[in-house]
Structure formats: C-alpha cells, structure tokens
C-alpha cells in the first residue's frame, strides 16, 4: 500500500472572524502518517508463528476483511484511538504433505484491553502455506472477520439521539477508481467514530451535508498531485467550511481501489470536521445565551 501523507487546511466559512483559506497552515511535512488523535480503526499486526511471506499476507487480507465490513483497518496506518489486532497461527503436520492451520485472532481496545477473541482453522499443503498468497490465507481471515468487526462497532461510543447534530456524507464528485464511494464510506466510518451520528437514508433530516471534490493533475515525471476537498454545509446549503488535503502520489495509483487510502485520508480530515460542527454548536449555544 502506497504510504501517503496529505498535508491539511482547514477553512472555516462566514461564522468565523479570520481570512480564508489558511494557506500557511499547512502541519509540517512528516515522514509517515498523519496520525489525528480523535479517529479511530484497527491497526493489524503481521500474525506471530507464521511464515514470513503469510505472516504479512494474513495482516493485509484480514485489514481488507475488516473494511468490507465497514470498519476501517489497515496494517499501517495508526493514531492513539486506534484498535489492534494481534494473530498467533499454529500449525500441525498431517499426512500427504497437508498441515492443519488455527488462528487466534486477539482483538485489543486503545487501552489495551482484550475485548474478544476469533479463531479460524482451515487445511492447506505445506507448500502452499510456506509461500503465502490469497490461496493460503483467504479463509483465516475472511471467516472471522464479520465478528471482529461487531466487536469493534459494539465498543464504540454512540452518538446521543436527539441532541448531537445529524450529517448526510455525499459521494465525492471527480474521484478516479472507486474514491466516490470509498472515500464517503470511509469518511462516514471516521465521523462515527468521533461520536457523530450519520443520516442512514434520504429521508433522514440531517443538520449538516458533507459534500467532496477530488481534483488530479496530469501526471508529470512519474507524479500526480491530488486535491480532496470536504465542504460542510447546512440543508439549506449555506457553507459552514471546507477541510481541504493535498498531496503528491504515483502516476495512476489512485485508478482503482482506493483501499485503506481512504481510511487514511477520512481519518486525517474527520477531526477538522468535527471541529467545524463543535465550533458552530458554541456560537448557536453563546446566541441562545
């Protein structure tokens, strides 16, 4: 997975007393993720007493598992709020050259609490298990990850109904890939996770809509630069600000599945959303004051 760091601006709109945009604002460049403290995932680890090429293999194919289940997971990008997984696989020779795999998938809260556990078992060559590949770890870590990723969903806070705020996140206009959908998804999932609750269908009244834009430059010398802009707005569609990220990527990386990038990049803008949405509740709460 292509490491990328997207620096960010956050723009606030008419309610804010300060120019626009911000564009000295901009954090520092940093040589791995850009990490928010408010959003969380699950960070999954190369799984202990595997073989070096399915140790990995397992990681990445039970992160994927994860975010088909809607929880965002990847094996490398991290932040305090963050959930890890930790894999421990134990194998036993059988005949014709055939081993009896187990993994014990041990799932840990940001404080380190075991909150549950999965173990999943199947039967490959040996052969097969020494390289690695989908073939060898696609059962381990599709079957359990359906019930490690309620364990997440359950040990979430949740939003109080009736009194935090409603967001409505469209898909993204201009996204190559799949990024329309990936990255409102993700973006969804990030929002959830700093105790916001989301509008689930049209019909839901929402107080705020989360619209997006991403704009790619032609590529140059092996490059693309790529803008994503989050602009939050009221129903009746008066701007409220914009988060906006920035970041030069491979030439055509950005084609197909987005993947765990779109976890990264919703989990570095979530927390200037909510900043967006905490700052307005304290002018509606000083006016009614």
């Not at 990850?145 to 993204?172: C, F, M, R, W």
Request: glycine content about 8%.
């Amino acid at each position: 997975m292509q490491r990328l760091v997207f620096a960010l601006v956050l723009c606030a709109a008419a309610c804010q007393p300060v120019p626009r945009p911000f564009s000295d604002d901009r954090p520092p460049p940093q040589s791995g993720l850009l990490s928010p403290p408010d959003s969380a995932g699950v960070l999954v680890m190369p799984v202990a007493g595997a073989p070096s090429p399915a140790a990995q293999d397992l990681a990445e194919a039970m992160a994927a598992a994860l975010r088909e289940a809607d929880v965002p997971a990847s094996t490398e990008a991290r932040n305090r709020g963050s959930y890890r997984l930790f894999g421990t696989a134990s194998v036993t020779q059988e005949t014709a050259g055939s081993l009896a795999i187990t993994v014990d998938w041990e799932l840990r809260n940001p404080a380190g609490a075991t909150i549950g556990r999965q173990v999943a078992a199947t039967e490959k060559p040996s052969a097969v298990w020494r390289k690695g590949g989908p073939e060898a770890v696609a059962e381990l870590a599709r079957l359990p990850a359906p019930q490690l990723a309620k364990l997440v969903e359950g040990d979430a806070p949740l939003p109080k109904a009736g009194t935090d705020p409603v967001i409505a996140v469209h898909a993204l206009a201009g996204a190559p890939g799949d990024g329309a959908l990936a990255l409102a998804r993700a973006m969804g999932d990030a929002l959830r996770r700093a105790n916001l609750a989301l509008a689930e269908t049209p019909q839901d009244k929402a107080n705020f809509i989360l619209d997006g834009r991403v704009e790619l430059s032609p590529p140059a010398a092996g490059k693309q630069q790529v803008k994503i802009s989050w602009a939050l707005k009221r129903p009746d569609g008066d701007a409220v600000g914009e988060v906006n990220q920035e970041n030069a990527v491979p030439a055509g990386s950005l084609d197909g599945a987005w993947g765990d990038v779109a976890y990264i990049v919703a989990n570095a803008a979530a927390p200037g959303i909510r900043a967006l949405i905490d700052q307005v509740k304290r002018e509606e709460a000083r006016s009614q004051g």
